[in-house]
Nanobody, 124 residues
């Protein structure tokens, strides 16, 4: 599966953005999907994940309550709605697909497919 992320941009603190990640190829519906982010100061970190059915989601503590991950299996798209953005959310955001076991769902090594990244910049 190939992944293409989009929707990044520049926004003021408190604002919102919605990232999209479109997939091509088969087997999209059999993969868990996730968003990770990376900034120059930090290693790549887990943001959110959604299981195959879409009914189970996971979030990092830093974004819980502000970000929402969802997926449209018919359109083969995964979304990340980001609200109440903070300057510390500034990073390149990557979508990822894979079949992680539950204990590894927050680990980037558990995902075999990656999008190219989209920049999110939040100004104070």
């Amino acid at each position: 599966v190939q992944l293409q992320a989009s929707g990044g941009g520049m926004v003021q603190a408190g604002g919102s953005l919605r990232l999209s990640c479109a997939a091509s190829g088969q087997s999209f519906n059999s993969y868990s999907l996730a968003w990770f982010r990376q900034s120059p100061e930090l290693e790549r970190e887990f943001v959110a994940a959604i299981r195959v059915s879409g009914s189970t989601t996971h979030y990092s503590d830093s974004v819980k309550g502000r970000f929402t991950i969802s997926r449209d299996n018919a359109k083969k798209i995964v979304y990340l709605q980001m609200n109440s953005l903070k300057p510390e959310d500034t990073a390149v955001y990557y979508c990822a697909g894979g079949r992680p076991i539950l204990s590894s769902i927050r680990s980037d090594s558990a995902y075999g497919y990656w999008g190219q990244g989209t920049q999110v910049t939040v100004s104070s």
